[in-house]
């Protein structure tokens, strides 16, 4: 079953605008990752929240979480071109065993 | 230091062909994982491998089996190929759970015809 989902599916944005992405899921969480992919390659970690913490920052990310509503954001402020690509939430199951993917939201930022 | 070698970058197959994928964690990583991306969807799990132990295994049939060796290395093979196992497969390799960041390899592309 499909444990992240976010929205927007496709944002598109000029460089410079801040880029914001929604993450929803559906069970208890011990975490929530962020993790980012080029255009079908490898994916790449970006941050990783607790369930304890309610807002993280690194570099332009902030991250944000809300275990009430089951939901979290990522923020990409001051966009650049580089930053073009899908981003995926991910939560990992209570055993430890498995990280349960969104569908992901495909970024373009133009210059 | 190496991040995490997967082998081949690409591979087409016949249905019905056998294929083994290949992955080195990153150095010190015990776990590895491996993930089915079909195109426009998100990473689905298939396996964990922790300290050469199956520790979790996804919804996929019988004909996916996976193996960790003494070095952490890890081995995905797929027998009876079908049109839809063509995927990007993805290695993951994490110091423990996946509670803890997993670093990911460039996968291999497979492509079934």
């Known amino acids: 079953s499909q444990q992240g989902e976010e929205d927007p599916q496709a944002l598109s944005i000029q460089e410079g605008e801040n880029a914001t992405m929604n993450c929803s899921y559906k069970t208890s969480i011990n975490n929530l990752q962020w993790y980012r992919q080029n255009s079908g390659r490898g994916l790449v970690h970006l941050i990783l929240i607790r369930s304890n913490e309610r807002e993280k920052h690194s570099g332009r990310l902030r991250v944000t979480l809300d275990t009430s509503k089951k939901s979290s954001s990522l923020l990409i402020t001051a966009s650049r071109a580089a930053d073009t690509a899908s981003y995926f939430c991910?939560?990992?199951?209570?055993?430890?065993?498995?990280?349960?993917f969104g569908e992901g939201t495909q970024l373009t930022v133009n210059p | 230091d190496a991040g995490v070698t997967q082998s081949p970058t690409h591979l087409i197959k016949t249905r019905g062909q056998h294929v083994t994928l290949r992955c080195s964690p990153i150095?010190?990583?015990?776990?590895v994982s491996w993930y089915q991306q079909v195109l426009g969807q998100g990473p689905q799990f298939i396996f964990q491998?922790?300290?050469?132990?199956?520790?979790g295994r996804g919804n996929f049939p019988d004909r996916f089996s996976a193996r960790q060796f003494p070095n952490y290395s890890s081995e995905l093979n797929v027998n009876a190929l079908l049109l839809g196992d063509s995927a990007l497969y993805l290695c993951?390799?994490?110091?423990?759970?996946?509670?803890?960041?997993?670093?990911f390899g460039q996968g291999t592309r497979l492509t079934v015809v």
């Open positions: 993951a390799s994490s110091q423990g759970t996946a509670w803890s960041a997993a670093f």
């Open positions: 150095s010190g990583h015990k776990s």
């Open positions: 491998y922790y300290e050469k132990e199956e520790r």
């Open positions: 991910a939560t990992p199951e209570t055993s430890g065993s498995r990280l349960t």
